[in-house]
Every structure is written in C-alpha cells, then in structure tokens.
C-alpha cells in the first residue's frame, strides 16, 4: 500500500498559505455587511479586466450564468431560430448558457491536435440564422483567436470566448477574455482562479454591452427599482469577490507552476503509451487540466485511481450525445474528432501546489501500467495480424 495521495485538485493546498489574507479580507466584508454592489466587487471587476486587457468587467453570479447574459446582451436568442456555432467538446455550460438566452447551438468539430475549435470548419456551418461563435478554450489553451476574429468580421457575427477554463492563457500573445466581443469568465472553486462558491464575470470592450450586462444581472435595473428591462437575478457577492482580490495576484505564479508541471509531465511521459498535449506555438496554456490521450483510457483510469491518483474524464460524453443536448446535435458520427477525443482523453492531476514527487509518483505508475498493458496490446495487435 502506498501512501501517497495525488488528488485531481487540492483546494486545501492553496488555501492553507492564503487562509490569514483570506480570512481578514471577508471578516472586513462582513464586518461592513455591505454583502452586495459594494467595494470589493467594484475593485475586483477593475483588477480583473486590467488582468485580460480589457475596459470592462461585470461580475455575475457563475460561469453559465456568463455566458447566457453575454449572449442576451448582445441581442442574441432574441429571434426565434437564432443559431450559434459552438464545440460539443465541454462543460454542458457552454450549451445551456446558448440554450438559456434562446438560442440553438450548432456544434463544430474539434481540430485533432489541440482539441479547440476546428476553425477551418466554422464557415460552413454559417447561415443566414448565424448570429455568434462562442468559442471554448478548452484546458486552459486558446482556440485560434485570430482566425475567428476575422471569420467573425467577415460575416458580422459576435464572437464569445467561454475562458471559464483559460483565465490568464494566451493566443498571438493576446490574452482571453481580449479578443472576443465578449468573454465568459467562471470562479468555480476549481478553475484556475476561484471563488469559495459561485461566481462568474464577463468581460468586454465595449461599453454598451457592459452597461447591458449590469442591468441583465440585476433585475434589468438602471438603479434601484428603476427598471429599464425584465432581467435576472444573477449577482457576483462581496463576500466571494473579497476572496478573489486575494487570489488574483497569485493567478500567474500559479499558472507557471501548472505550465512547469505539465512540461515535467511530457517530458516523462513521451513514448510511454500516452500522447501528451499538443499546444500550438503560438498559444501559451495554463493548463487547468493536463489531459493525455490513450486507447486504453478507462484501463489506465482505474489504475491510476487504485494507486490513489485522481485521474478523471474531461468530458466522458460529448455534449451533442448527451440525452440532455440530443436534440441540437446530428447524432454520432457527426463531430469524429470530438467523439474520438472523448473515447481517449484522460486527464492527470495538475495544480499550483503539487509537488514534484506527487508528479512523479503518477509519472512512475503510468509507466507501470505501460508495462504491463502496453505489452499485452502489442501481443493482441500482434496476434490479430497472424
Ligand atoms: C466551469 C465551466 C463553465 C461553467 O461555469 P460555472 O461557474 O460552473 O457555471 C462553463 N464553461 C466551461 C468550459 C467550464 O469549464
């Protein structure tokens, strides 16, 4: 029996050296019981859009919640039939933020080496009904950015980063959340910058979308019962935002610390029975999951979980297969590089705080586990060709 623990995520690891900043910072919120619309939000969107390069942030209750109010800013859903072109390889969010504004996703397939969106394919699936791209940055690296701007500008489409895995990565050296129209941020305890609950951000350049997007959160108010829209409610709290102004200056060390990991990771793990992340040249990943790719997936999964390692499936079932979505999809064999990836993808343990012996403790039982099942595939390969 081994002792040693590598879990997927260790939120206690960060928090043990940030728990005196962290707890006087909310102790202040709560002291001042100012719970909503007071300074720590306020400061908290302005350290965040200066974070992405951008003129405005909005905080807003999560992630999801981000990605439905962008688009309803922006007027999307507003039609009946309002399409948008997006990647079923994601967080179920990323399609129920479409589906929330009253829109109807169209998937794209994935490019086979980084696993973000096939922007190749992106034109043909525009029609006259297009009205955005929302492009997810999957894993913490960007999509091509650049290639989308200009497919967005062409058609006069609006064009959504989901960053909820990317905050801080960059594309052509521009930073996420800078390109887009809009940009969808989630502070979910687990991404790579999180709350202590929910809570989510968009961001913009454009001060039009950001005033609109401080009424949709808000009860469609201009000031208090003030109406000017009917709205929702889906407000960032003070408390949440108090201990995200702890966090973000760390946001960068801790991405270099997942990058150095995960370069450690490919290094011990090239030609060891796993393909390894791809990360294009022109893209700087931070890594919120490092996942490999392997036929034998779910064998080296419950190895790896046996051995008290926290490997886990970003995601086990595209969105267009799962009986949620169906009915937006054009069924299997219609994204092959996501269904393929999907059937493949596992992803190691990776955060700011693990150790270098937790890695490579991994490192040492996924070629174990190459050692043993790498050999008896061979066999099988070999044994089916005689
Ligand atoms: C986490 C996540 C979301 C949703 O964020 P929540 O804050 O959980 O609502 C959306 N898209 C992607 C890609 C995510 O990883």
Redesign the pocket.
């Known amino acids: 029996m081994n002792t040693l623990q590598v879990p997927l995520v260790d939120l206690k690891a960060q928090y043990a050296p940030l728990r005196q900043e962290i707890l006087s910072s909310v102790t202040k919120a709560l002291d001042s019981m100012h719970l909503f619309g007071g300074p720590n939000v306020a400061a908290f969107e302005q350290e965040f859009a200066d974070l992405c390069n951008v003129g405005y942030c909005v905080g807003v209750g999560?992630?999801?919640?981000?990605?439905h109010l962008a688009l309803r800013a922006a007027g999307v859903g507003s039609n009946y039939g309002d399409e948008v072109i997006t990647v079923s390889h994601?967080?179920i969010?990323?399609t129920e933020?479409i589906w929330q504004a009253g829109a109807r996703p169209v998937f794209v397939d994935i490019d086979q080496h980084t696993y973000t969106m096939d922007v190749s394919q992106v034109e043909d699936k525009i029609t006259p009904r297009t009205k955005a791209i929302v492009v997810?940055?999957?894993h913490g690296q960007m999509a091509d950015m650049t290639t989308l701007r200009l497919i967005a500008n062409r058609h006069g489409l609006v064009l959504i980063e989901?960053a909820?895995?990317a905050h801080g990565a960059t594309y052509d050296g521009k930073v996420a959340g800078s390109v887009g129209d809009l940009a969808?941020f989630?502070?979910?305890p687990s991404?790579n910058l999180g709350a202590y609950g929910?809570?989510?951000a968009v961001v913009t350049n454009n001060p039009e979308l950001a005033a609109r997007l401080r009424r949709l959160r808000d009860h469609g108010s201009k000031s208090k019962y003030e109406h000017q829209e009917l709205g929702f409610n889906s407000r960032l709290d003070e408390v949440q935002a108090a201990i995200m102004r702890v966090k973000v200056p760390y946001l960068h060390s801790w991405n270099k610390a997942r990058q150095e990991l995960a370069a450690r990771y490919t290094g011990l793990l090239q030609d060891r029975g796993v393909v390894t992340p791809f990360v294009s040249p022109r893209a700087s990943a931070i890594y919120?999951h490092y996942a490999v790719t392997t036929p034998q997936r779910d064998a080296l999964k419950n190895w790896l979980q046996e051995r008290g390692i926290g490997a886990a499936i970003h995601y086990p079932v595209p969105i267009h297969l799962t009986e949620a979505a169906a009915a937006f999809g054009e069924g299997r064999g219609s994204l092959p590089v996501t269904e393929q990836y999907t059937a493949s993808t596992l992803s190691l343990p990776i955060y700011a705080e693990m150790t270098h012996e937790q890695l490579t403790y991994v490192t040492e039982m996924v070629h174990q586990f190459n050692a043993v099942y790498g050999e008896a595939a061979s066999r099988k390969e070999l044994a089916a060709v005689n």
Do not use: E, L, M, R
């Not at 999560?62 to 990605?67: E, S």
């Open positions: 999560n992630g999801t919640d981000a990605i994601s967080f969010a990323t933020g997810v940055h999957i989901d909820a895995q969808c989630s502070f979910y991404k929910d809570a989510g919120h």
